[in-house]
């Protein structure tokens, strides 16, 4: 297979506390893998030591055939975290504008990748307004035109959707969908249900171990479910409340 992220045999403990145990996965090329599971199961720890962010206490990650961390392939990775690392007294755009320099793009193209993403997560009309004036959902979707701006070959997303309303929720899996067909990879976490149906690929965690991996349908058929719920539920997962 090939596979942009593999991660194998990782554990993560913090102090005593184990939060993840001996996962394996592989994310291909093009791919829309989701890490599905309830609060606190570990899916944050993990896509952090696959950003590099973090490191695994024993196994190995590697993206783009190279060990995490490496600074090398951040670089060509887009990070979305679950809380928006946003200037708050600054504008939307100031704060693109930013984050774009950090990445290296200037000048003409800064502007033009500012105005892309901005259109593509409908904050065109709001980019002079400070951050401290948006709503939840605009500083969600303004934290995803940043992870865009360098057009990442790697997209790793947080919880991207909380907070947005169910339209532009779709609007922005039509994205994800467009940005994997033309080539990117796209690992995404999430706790809801018909979001994770969405995915290529899900893998289901829960108290820091992958309970089982497949296709949304694979999941379904082979636990006889109707829904991704249902199949969760069959692999050992806890009913949701949201
Ligand atoms: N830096 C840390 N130090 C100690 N414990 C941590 C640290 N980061 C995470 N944990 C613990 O690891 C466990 C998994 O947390 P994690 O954030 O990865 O879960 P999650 O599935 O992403 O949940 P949520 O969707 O609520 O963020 C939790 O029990 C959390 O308290």
């Given at each position: 297979m090939n596979s942009v992220i593999h991660v194998s045999n990782v554990s993560k403990s913090f102090s005593k506390h184990d939060v993840l145990q001996d996962i394996s996965l592989s994310v291909a090329k093009n791919e829309i893998y989701g890490l599905l599971g309830p609060s606190g199961a570990g899916k944050t720890t993990l896509i952090k030591m696959i950003a590099g962010i973090e490191t695994p206490t024993s196994g190995k990650i590697t993206v783009l055939d190279t060990t995490m961390p490496s600074l090398q392939i951040m670089k060509r990775i887009g990070f979305m975290a679950q809380s928006d690392a946003l200037y708050s007294e600054l504008s939307g755009r100031e704060n693109l504008e930013f984050f774009a320099s950090i990445y290296g793009l200037k000048g003409a193209k800064q502007r033009e990748r500012i105005e892309q993403t901005a259109a593509l997560v409908n904050l065109t009309d709001f980019l002079k307004k400070p951050v401290n004036q948006y709503s939840g959902g605009m500083k969600r979707r303004l934290s995803l035109a940043a992870a865009l701006l360098h057009e990442p070959e790697i997209l790793i997303l947080d919880e991207p959707t909380v907070g947005i309303d169910p339209v532009l929720r779709q609007s922005v899996w039509n994205e994800l969908y467009k940005l994997s067909?033309?080539?990117?990879?796209?690992?995404?976490?999430?706790?809801?249900?018909?979001?994770?149906?969405?995915?290529?690929?899900?893998g289901m965690i829960?108290?820091?171990?992958?309970?089982?991996?497949?296709?949304?349908?694979?999941?379904?058929?082979?636990?006889?479910?109707?829904?991704?719920?249902?199949?969760?539920?069959?692999?050992?997962?806890?009913?949701?409340?949201n």
């Open positions: 067909e033309n080539g990117t990879t796209i690992l995404v976490t999430t706790h809801v249900m018909d979001e994770a149906e969405k995915c290529g690929q899900l829960r108290d820091g171990r992958l309970i089982a991996s497949g296709s949304p349908q694979q999941l379904k058929e082979s636990t006889s479910s109707e829904t991704i719920e249902d199949a969760f539920l069959y692999y050992g997962g806890v009913r949701h409340e």
